[in-house]
Every structure is written in structure tokens, then in C-alpha cells.
């Protein structure tokens, strides 16, 4: 963790928290030093520059090295009607500029082999990765923890109302497309029940974290600005909410393209070189990573399988037809659906 010798890596100096009510504004990250923590309210507390430049580059190869296991971000999915991005045929070693496909197989246009299954991000449509696992499967989990603990050490100190955290699970998400992340709470079955805190770690690109301060009024409308309190999330910062405010509505409404460290997209080239199959995968221009630690002790010994795996839905079901009736007849029922679909909406639409 950044101590306060370390230079920070954090180059914007935008205004970067806004706060409703009488709650005062929070300093931007442009300072040399690591800010000291910030209460936004008790139970919910913003770590600025916390996580050093070298911790920010291990955490990004640990979780993308994880997320290349096979099955986590990424599967492997030659769903019809999909584009894939630019691949090399291995073969011929010519680079194929990708498009879309109905059938769901592409052909090299140099030798015309059939390019191997574009690897998808589970969450494809959205750009998303997301890997839900006990914390004990991911590599370095004793180094995750100490990160986790020391943050969550930290908070307490300024804020007596956060509980400690013994975290059993952790959540990464990989955002490789400016898409936001609806409102919710993290109050699911995979969640946990307990009022330790939720700590979650920015890596990459910045976004714009909202929260809507809805303790008093639990109805409060999360689409008045005046309800909400806004923060900027930046690479190296982490953010908790626990206690009180462990079931907090938030979203993340936007995702800035390009803010993302220079020393992280080189972590992403090389672990992208190290473990996408040829013609695979290319690696966005600019991503974003989050962590979550949670503490969910009711569910060790339950992740696994596709349990706690959450693809899209399409993409989930029809790895599974794959499975069961083989690629070709998996191919026949999506376009059969997609063509009832289609004529039905036609037939609704002449009346
Ligand atoms: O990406 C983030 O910063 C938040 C993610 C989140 O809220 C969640 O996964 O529950
Ligand atoms: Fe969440």
C-alpha cells in the first residue's frame, strides 16, 4: 500500500466528488500523497491513490491471469450471428480483419481455414468479464487478503462504525467497453449477509461511481442528482461500504476511455501475449478493472461448476446446447428461435 514517500500515479485534477446536502466536498487525487481517507458517511469510505503503482500492476496480472483460465472472463463461443474483432490464422499467418458472421464460423480469406472459436468475454454484449470465486482460488490470495485487510485497517481508523471484514470471496469485473453498470445493492445470494464491508478496488480507466443517499427515505429517487452522491473512481483507489451503509444503492453511470495507466495497458499487452490463443482475443485500447471483496462464509464450498458464474444469458445457454447436441444442431436452434422471433414481431407489428 502507497505510503507517503511513494509518487502517485493518478495524472487528472478534475473535481471528483460530489456530495448531496450538507456533506462536503472531497479532494481530488491530483496530490503527490495518498489522501487520507474520506468518510463520506459512516459506514461508507473513499480510499484515494491507495494501492501503489506496483500493487496496481500485480492486481491487474493477477486478476487477468485468473480471468484466462478456461471459463472465467473469457469462453470460448461460435454463437451465429456474432462479429468477431481483427484474428491471425495461425496456419497462413495472415491477420484477418474480423466482421460479423451468420453462420457464426469464420474462414481466413489468405489460405480459407476455419479460424478456431473467437474467445468472447462472458459478458459479450456488455464488453464485461466477470469471475464470482472463493478469494482461497484466485493466484496470490494471501497477497489479495493482506490488500483487502490493510484498506479495510485503514478505513476503520477514521471510521469506528465500519466493521472488519474476513473475506471469503471476491468478485472481478473487467470492463473493456465504456458501458455502465445498472443501480442496484449488492444484497444477493452471492453477496453475503453480514454488515462487513463490501471493499472494492479500481484498476484502469476511470468511471463515475454513484451512490443515492437513501437512509432516511428509502424510497428517494435515484434520477434526482440531489439524492445522489457522485464519486470519481480512479486507478488505485478502493472504496467501502459497510455497517450502515452495506446495502447502499449504487451504480457505475459511466466509464472514461483512455484514462487508464500506461503501466497497465503494458500489464494487459503482456498478459494477453502470455495467454490468449492465436487469433483469439485482442486486447481493448483502454479497460477498466474492479474488485470486490466480500464476505460470504454461507457459500464456501458451493462456487464452482457454473454456480456463481454469471454469463449472459444467450451465451450461457447456448455453450450448453453446444455441449448436449453438438455445435452444428446448437447453431440450427438459435437461428430457428431468432427467425420465430423475428416473424413474430413482424406479425405484431401488422397489427
Ligand atoms: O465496477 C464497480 O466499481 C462496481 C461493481 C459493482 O457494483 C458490483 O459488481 O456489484
Ligand atoms: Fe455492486
Not at 454461507?298 to 462456487?303: F, N, P, Q, V
Amino acid at each position: 500500500l502507497r505510503t507517503s514517500s511513494e509518487p502517485t500515479s493518478s495524472s487528472a485534477s478534475s473535481p471528483s466528488t460530489s456530495l448531496p446536502g450538507n456533506i462536503s466536498s472531497v479532494p481530488s487525487s491530483s496530490a503527490p500523497l495518498p489522501s487520507p481517507p474520506v468518510v463520506l458517511k459512516p459506514g461508507l469510505v473513499l480510499l484515494r491513490s491507495v494501492l501503489t503503482p506496483s500493487e496496481q500492476s500485480k492486481l491487474t496480472s493477477l486478476v487477468l491471469q485468473y480471468g484466462h483460465q478456461s471459463n472465467k472472463f473469457w469462453i470460448s463461443t461460435s454463437h451465429p450471428h456474432t462479429s468477431r474483432s481483427s484474428w491471425l490464422c495461425k496456419p497462413c499467418g495472415l491477420s484477418n480483419s474480423g466482421g460479423s458472421s451468420v453462420s457464426g464460423i469464420f474462414y481466413c480469406t489468405g489460405c480459407r481455414r476455419k479460424a478456431p472459436p473467437p474467445m468472447e468475454l462472458n459478458n459479450a454484449r456488455q464488453g464485461r468479464g466477470r469471475i464470482y470465486d472463493a478469494l482461497k482460488s484466485y493466484p496470490d490470495s494471501e497477497f489479495l487478503e493482506r490488500i483487502c485487510q490493510a484498506i479495510t485497517k485503514r478505513a476503520r481508523r477514521v471510521d469506528p462504525t465500519m466493521p472488519p471484514v474476513d473475506p471469503t470471496h471476491l468478485l472481478t469485473m473487467y470492463y473493456t467497453k465504456p458501458k455502465k453498470l445498472g443501480w442496484h445493492r449488492d444484497d444477493g445470494p452471492q453477496d453475503g449477509q453480514s454488515l462487513a464491508p463490501v471493499v472494492s478496488l479500481s484498476l484502469g480507466n476511470d468511471c463515475e461511481f454513484l451512490l443515492v443517499d437513501d437512509d432516511k427515505d428509502p424510497g428517494r429517487d435515484n434520477a434526482n442528482p440531489a439524492n445522489r452522491i457522485s464519486v470519481t473512481l480512479r486507478s488505485g483507489d478502493a472504496i467501502l461500504f459497510g455497517g450502515e451503509e452495506r446495502w447502499i444503492k449504487h451504480t457505475v453511470s459511466s466509464i472514461a476511455e483512455n484514462t487508464c495507466p500506461r503501466f497497465l495497458l503494458d500489464v494487459q499487452r503482456e498478459e494477453a501475449e502470455r495467454h490468449c490463443p492465436e487469433g483469439g482475443w485482442v486486447p481493448p485500447a483502454s479497460f477498466r478493472i474492479n474488485l470486490t471483496f466480500r464476505e460470504a462464509p454461507e457459500l464456501l464450498g458451493k462456487e464452482g461448476g457454473e454456480k456463481f458464474y454469471y454469463f449472459a444469458t444467450s451465451a450461457r445457454k447456448f455453450l450448453k446446447a453446444q455441449e448436449e447436441l453438438g455445435v452444428e444442431e446448437a447453431r440450427r436452434r438459435v437461428v430457428e428461435k431468432r427467425r420465430g422471433a423475428k416473424e413474430k414481431r413482424q406479425r405484431r407489428k401488422a397489427g
